[in-house]
Every structure is written in C-alpha cells, then in structure tokens.
C-alpha cells in the first residue's frame, strides 16, 4: 500500500477513530464481565459460578466469529457489521441487567440471552474491526496500529469503570439500569460517528463479495495454507498461557506473600501499567524498524513471549521463596512483555490478514478470533483449577510454582510455532508495502 512513496490506506485519524470503536467495545464488556460479576455475586447472592458461567458462555457464543468475518466478506463494506454487534453488544448487556431483580427461572432465562448476545456482538462487531484494520492500514502501520486501538480500548475500560464507580454510589437497580444504559447508548453512539464514512475512498478496505464461496470452501481453502494452520494453533497456544494468569495472580499475592486485598489490587495497577508500555513500545517499534526491507514482526513476538516466559519462571521462583521476592517488578516485567507480546501478535495477524485474498480478510480474522475466545474461556477457568487441585497435593508455593510454570512452557512453544510461521513463504512480514 505504497504507491509512489506515499503511504495510502487508513491515516493516523482514521486509525484513531477506529481506537474509539475498540475503546465503546471494551467499556459495554467492562459492564457484562465486570461489572455485573460483582453485582451478580455480591449485590444479588448468586453462587459465583453463575457469573463464571456466563462469561464462559460468551467465550463459547464467539466460536461462530468465522461465520461473522465470512458474512463481512460477502457484503459490500464492514461498518453496518460493527456497528450492528456493537448494538447487539450493548442489548445483551441491559438484558442481563433486566434480568438481575427477576423470579430465579426468568432470570436464568434472560441472563442465558442475554451473555449469548454479547458473546455475538463482541464477536461480530470485533473480528470486522480488525477485518478492516488488516485491510485498510498500511503494513508499515500495522504494529503501530494495532496498539493505537488496543491501548484506546485499555482506555475505555479505565474510563468506564471509573464512571460507573461513582454513579453507583449508592446502589440501587434502577441506578444501574441507567448508568448501563448510559454506557450502552454512548458506545453505540461513538461507534456510528466515529465510522460515518470511514470506508469511503478506501479501495483497500472494501471487501470482495464473494457470494459464490460458501463458508465451508472458504475454511478449506484458508486451512489448507501452512502459515494460517500455524498460526490459528500460535493464537490458541499464546492466548491461553496469557488468560491461565488472570484469576491466579491476587490469590498468589495473598496466599504465599501474605498481601492484603489492597496490596494485591494494586499489583493489578502495576501489571497493566507494564502492558500499557509494552504496548508503546511494541506499537512503536514494529512500525520504526520493520519498514520497507522485508522486516517482520516474528522478532517482537518472539521477544514478548520469551520475556513472558521468563517473567512467569521468575514469579514460580518467587513462590517458593515468599516474601522477599520482588514481586511488583517482576509483575511489572510480565506487564511490559505480556503487552510487547500482544500487539506484535496483532500485527502479525493484521499482516497475515491483509496479505492474503481480500475476500477472506474477516474470516481469517473470525478464525483467529475464535481461537483466541476458546483460548480465553479455557486459560482462566484451568488456571484457576489447576491452582486449586495443585494445592490439595501438595504446598501452596508448590502449586503456584506448577502452574506458573505450565504456562511458562506454553509461552515458549508459542514462540516456536511463531518462529516456524515465520519460516514459511506466507511469513508475517511487512514486505509488502513495497508492492
């Protein structure tokens, strides 16, 4: 997407506004998995496997995003997708907040639709963003691109979750129908102004219908590229030692280094502060050093899954020593490398994406989407599992230090896998922003 010298495709603003649509997708998740987790469990009584379930519900609901990232294709452009899930994303929300003050049985009812639909929405709205990011943005932008949106989402967690904190206080149901509603309406609003005519006098980003392929010949054919095999088993592999770390790491604090509830929170703070720079710096340097001579992003996952791996072999160590350990760096550390791995991740996938048949971008997306939902279904709940039958076996510091180092392992064969992707003549490399 160089023409002449100059860059074309989607500019700084176009990329920035497409961030906005990442930051309204991850406030109403904010509210659906958050939110309503504590709401659900505290406020409500509900047995805490009820929420767990539900989000384990919406993880599974996204196994269809190739079917979305297919319907995308076959459209004359992306935006009613996004737009339509992210409706579809706020819906399902405020039907789970109906739900909460009902009898037992028509509660269950619309909690189930409810998280089925957001599940939908985040899958169809999110694998057509990333469709269109893979296809509009130049691959010298890709990295670049990437954490601009992610970090916009961060971001939109952050600000979501700080306003819904005030409003609520004092709780009452209808206070949080309308706060909900609030964030719902104003998400559904930024993601319509921030893609009024995004796509238009964008060649690359309009898809190639292609009503002729089905779904089932679009898989085969996708499937039948090495690299893409490669890479779905990457995304799952990665994915999962990334989600295993989320319900383990305050308990971790707690039990084997005696940090009270305050004290873990605020290794959370450290944590994602980490992830937010390694973030930048991936974002940045993927785009300032993989220019135009055939640079790839394989050296920046490599490096983010190492560092990752590294990270949780150091805190395995720490588990076994207790306090004393510096526990807040090496948190930091895993911060930092958790993010350079996830937007050079990104990256590769937007490259793989955009390198390949236009007509395919959303399901490639929708694939990769689908293996990262079952990877974060799966991650958390056999985190958290492991953790608790490790324990009845053996020392607390001992089943931290299993389980860490499970996931140490899985980091490191998905730097493997990465390698051997990018060994292969669809590699993800940038060297086609010469063409």
């Known amino acids: ?9 989607f500019g ?61 294709d076959r459209g004359h452009a992306r935006t009613p997708w996004i737009i339509g899930g992210v409706a579809v994303l706020g819906a399902g929300a405020m039907l789970a907040v109906f739900a909460l003050p009902l009898a037992p049985l028509p509660a269950n009812a619309l909690l189930l639709l409810g998280f089925a639909l957001i599940g939908a929405g985040v899958g169809a709205a999110g694998t057509s963003l990333l469709a269109l990011l893979a296809a509009g943005v130049a691959p010298q932008r890709r990295a670049a691109a990437a954490a601009v949106t992610w970090i916009m989402m961060v ?36 993601t319509v102004l921030a893609t009024f005519r995004l796509e238009r006098g964008i060649e690359a980003a309009t898809p190639e219908p292609t009503s002729e392929t089905s779904l089932g010949e679009a898989l085969r054919a996708v499937f039948a590229e090495t690299a893409a095999r490669r ?37 959370s703070a450290v944590q994602h502060s980490g992830v937010l720079l390694g973030m930048i710096v991936a974002g ?60 050079s991740a990104i ?45 009845h076996a053996e020392s607390d510091g001992r089943a931290f230090q299993t389980i860490f180092t499970f996931e140490a ?6 730097a493997v896998m990465a390698a051997r992707i990018a060994g292969q003549g669809a590699a993800v490399k940038l060297r086609e922003a010469e063409a």
């Open 1 to 9: 997407m160089v023409k002449g010298g100059v860059v074309t495709g």
């Open 12 to 72: 700084w603003f176009s990329i920035a506004r497409l961030g906005l649509v990442q930051a309204s997708i991850g406030a109403i998740v904010m509210l659906a998995t958050s939110l309503l987790n504590r709401v659900m469990v505290v406020e409500y009584g509900m047995a805490a496997a009820v929420p767990a379930g539900l989000v384990a519900l919406h993880y599974a609901v996204q196994l269809a995003r190739p079917v979305w990232g297919h319907g995308s």
């Open 155 to 190: 971001m939109g967690i952050v600000v979501s979750a700080g306003t819904a904190g005030a409003l609520l206080e004092p709780f009452s149901w209808a206070q949080l129908v309308r706060v909900s509603g609030g964030i719902a309406l104003a998400a559904l609003l930024i």
């Open 231 to 267: 890479f779905t088993v990457f995304v799952f592999l990665s994915m999962l030692a990334y989600s295993m770390q989320d319900l383990i790491l305050e308990p971790f604090a707690g039990i084997v280094f005696g940090m009270t509830p305050a004290q873990s929170t605020s290794l």
């Open 284 to 343: 940045i340097g993927g785009s300032a050093f993989a220019g135009r001579a055939a640079g790839e992003l394989r050296g920046w996952i490599a490096a983010g899954c190492v560092g990752s791996a590294l990270a949780l072999a150091g805190l395995a160590v720490g588990a076994g020593i207790g306090p004393g350990w510096p526990l807040a760096a090496n948190i930091g550390v895993l911060g930092f490398t958790n993010g350079v791995f996830a937007v």
């Open 347 to 391: 990256g590769a996938m937007m490259s793989l994406a955009g390198a390949g048949n236009k007509a395919d971008t959303g399901l490639r997306m929708g694939v990769w989407g689908a293996a990262q939902g079952i990877a974060f279904g799966l991650g958390g709940l056999s985190g958290a599992i492991g953790v608790d039958l490790a324990r």
């Open 409 to 414: 392992m899985l980091f490191m064969a998905a």
